[in-house]
């Protein structure tokens, strides 16, 4: 636990604007010069950003309090206060942004893997008494205050981003097979619980296809009631494309393994318990695990008529290779759903707009300041007298 952090409470806020001037201009040889107070600059916004290359939410462990910076206040000459720099949140994908008193969804991030989203805008600056100048009042004193900025409490959870999760009772071999199937290490040993933090791994189909496998800890007959660890890694398998249910063939209980289990999960989420799935029976080079197969998939075709159940032994290599065509027929369609659930909003990190081919708009030019008096640059040629 000490390792892996999924949730955390942390205060954001935007910049505040800054304030506008009050000034008159005061020259050499330049009478009555006239009001000359600049605007206040915009304050920074609060941004969150996806980033693809972290996983936890460790870095949010220490740090709690993410604030933009303030915008600069105006100054005289009509020099504008220059605006606040943004805060930027680094997130991983998968994060949901809720509320920490009502528990309401604020942004769910699903499955986009990066980009940005403006969570909270700066305030505006104020106007410095250039603005307010006018025929009656000549010599305006005032200014605009900066608008504040906002700030809220914010609890972000991850909900890891996998297309097949690994459901089952504990020691059924959740771990064993993420080992055999993938790159990652999880911890394995004969005594149950020995995993208590979430993993992933990633199943290499071929050069264009990987799947992402997730195992989370077992799950305990009355886990929806706070049994063992409870229900709290279940949320990182509600992005899945599908299930895969991994029921210990050697253990007395097998039979009823599909409806307990079956059971916690529409207990945590009615969404969760309606994904596909596929039944995997294990250990069947144990004594009467072989003899017990038929008897599993009669008792989950009696609940799950159309659910495939297949059975494996990692210890023998029995039944892998099916396994896998399973793993990669469940795991069908994931990309498309990961692009649906993008929120609305959300701007890439990396876009970067093509100026070869973007097309022009006209430049506008404002009216000029009668105040003022610019160069007149002639462009006709003068033929030179000979010297």
Partial sequence: MIRFADEALITVSSGKGGNGCVAFRREKYVPNGGPSGGDGGRGGDLVFEIRGNLRTLAH??????????????????????????????????????????????????????????????????????????GPVNQAP???????????????????????????????????????????????????????????????????????????????????SAGAGLGIRFLKHISRSAGLAFLIDLSDANYAQAYAALQKELEGFSAQLAAKKRIVVGTKIDLPEAKE????????????????????VSVH?????????????????????EKTASAPQGLESARSVPDFLTAELEEPVYPDPDPEYFGATVSLSRKRRGKK
């Fill in 141 to 223: 004193r005032t200014a605009l205050p900066g608008q504040p900025g906002e700030t809220r409490r914010v609890r972000v959870e991850l909900n890891i981003i996998a297309d097949v999760g690994f459901v089952g009772f504990p020691n059924a071999g959740k771990s064993t097979l993420l080992d055999y199937f993938t790159n990652a290490r999880p911890k394995i040993a004969p005594y149950p619980f020995t995993t208590k933090i979430p993993n992933l791994g990633v199943l290499h189909v071929d050069d264009l296809q990987n799947i992402i496998l997730a195992d989370i800890p077992g799950i305990l007959e009355g886990a």
């Fill in 60 to 133: 949010l462990r220490y740090k709690q309090t993410f604030k933009a910076k303030n915008g600069l206040d105006g100054q005289g000459s009509r020099r504008f206060g220059a605006d606040g720099a943004d805060c930027v949140v680094p997130l991983p994908p998968g994060c949901v942004l809720k509320d920490p008193e009502s528990g309401k969804t604020l942004l769910d991030f699903g499955g986009a893997q990066e980009g940005r989203f403006v969570f909270l805008k700066g305030g505006n600056g104020g106007w410095g008494n250039v603005h307010f100048k």
């Fill in 316 to 336: 023998a290599r029995r039944g892998l290779d099916e396994l896998k065509r399973a793993l990669v027929d469940l795991a069908a369609g994931t990309e498309a």
């Fill in 292 to 311: 017990r197969f038929p008897a599993l998939r009669d008792a989950v075709h009696a609940c799950a008529p159309d659910v495939p159940v297949l059975a």
